[in-house]
């Protein structure tokens, strides 16, 4: 098995030589664009199982455990190490925790928001352009540094054939014999680490787990903002089942298409609009049951999984006509909720290996 590096190890090994580190909330921003000022995102999607009471004064209990996690986090002061917070308008709930952010707690961090837009139309590129352009300036006015267009491109290439290692594995993932377990705590760490080790723990794991059979188990879709808590990848295994379509905000959500152009922020947008449909876009509901069907065609899955955190609003909306659909195309579903800080409950486990069983 391949070492992989933690967090903690990659940011200080990021600050030893000089760079800076910018925590990220979920889940869409330029990340090329920081790497051109020598900062590296750093993503925080909670972290899971955390203690989240010091959260609890700033937020109602109704608004997500990722979102909890996030300030808790904060507030505890593990993000101390951090030079900039970016939250990006993800959903209402991340608006929100950019404004407590920026308006309450005021960190010693600067606090950057970022908005996507939710149509994929020509004046969205123009706006999401200049969102990144104005993300630019700030960088510029806070570092002191003003890279040029050349260094944004190079920068913007080597995030390009991060992505497409990721794709690459994600779609030949029924050829890699590794427990989706290991397999994901592999892609997630292309949550913080810099895309150049990133691109070389990849190759790594292609050539080391490749095979010429399919793997011979039951495969299935997983869709949701993150697959937390990951003993998801435990049951799925053990009832034989595999993750062989992934609609996860974390990974198969941003397998961002490949961009062209002179401008720099033009490129940076483009990749972004154009990435697969998903909730925090505003995709129609055909849009994501499409992207689903093909996703279930191409791996030949008979069934997904909806592991959806608790409130989240964005998500919820689609589920009943996503499933709906997926019924009258012969796919079954079933939706888990979850809380990144809480084990599966013993109902949920129950649930999830009857419905595995039922794919065999
Ligand atoms: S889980 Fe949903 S509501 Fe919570 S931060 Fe993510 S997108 Fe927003």
């Known amino acids: 098995m391949l070492k992989i590096p933690t967090r903690t190890e990659t940011i200080y090994k990021f600050k030893a030589k000089g760079g800076k580190i910018v925590a990220v909330a979920p889940y869409h921003y330029p990340k ?7 900062i590296l995102p750093v993503e925080v999607w909670g972290p899971p199982k955390l203690n989240t009471l010091e959260s609890k004064a700033h937020i109602q209990t109704y608004v997500c455990s990722v979102v909890h996690s996030i300030l808790a986090f904060y507030l505890q002061g593990n993000l101390e190490v951090c030079d900039f917070i970016l939250i990006p308008h993800t959903c ?8 407590i952010f920026l308006d309450f707690i005021k960190p ?6 970022f908005y996507t837009p ?15 352009e104005k993300l630019y300036n700030q960088l510029c006015e806070f570092t002191g540094e003003k890279p040029d267009f050349e260094e944004l491109h190079r920068h913007i290439d080597i995030e390009e054939k991060a992505n497409k290692m990721l794709k690459k594995l994600l779609n030949e993932r029924q050829y890699l014999d590794i427990d989706d377990f290991n397999f994901y705590s592999i892609l997630r760490t292309k949550e913080f680490l810099p895309a150049e080790e990133f691109i070389e723990i990849a190759n790594d794991v292609y050539l080391m787990y490749k095979t010429d059979k399919p793997i011979s188990k039951t495969p299935v879709i997983v869709s949701g903002l993150l697959p937390e808590p990951m003993e998801i990848f435990t049951i799925i295994n053990e ?4 993750v062989a379509g992934d609609d996860l905000a974390i990974t198969g959500r941003r397998l961002y298409p490949p961009s062209e152009g002179s401008n720099p922020f033009v490129r940076l947008a483009k990749s ?3 990435s697969p449909p998903e909730p925090s876009r505003g995709d129609s509901v055909e849009a994501r049951l499409k992207n689903l069907l093909e996703i279930a065609k191409r791996t030949n899955s008979k069934g997904v999984i909806f592991y959806i955190v608790t409130f989240c609003e964005q998500e919820y909306f689609y589920i009943s006509h996503l499933r709906k659909g997926l019924r009258e195309n012969g796919i079954k579903s079933i939706l888990i909720d979850t809380d990144i800080n809480q084990e599966l409950s013993q109902q949920a486990i129950t649930r999830l290996e009857v419905f595995l069983e039922t794919l065999q």
């Open 239 to 242: 009832k034989n089942g595999f």
């Open 32 to 38: 090329a664009l920081f790497r051109a000022f020598n």
């Open 92 to 99: 209402d709930s991340l608006q929100g925790l950019g404004s």
């Open 118 to 132: 939710r149509e994929r139309r020509r004046i969205d590129i123009s706006f999401l352009s200049k969102e990144i």
């Open 108 to 113: 010693k961090q600067k606090v950057l928001t």
């Open 272 to 274: 972004i609009i154009f």
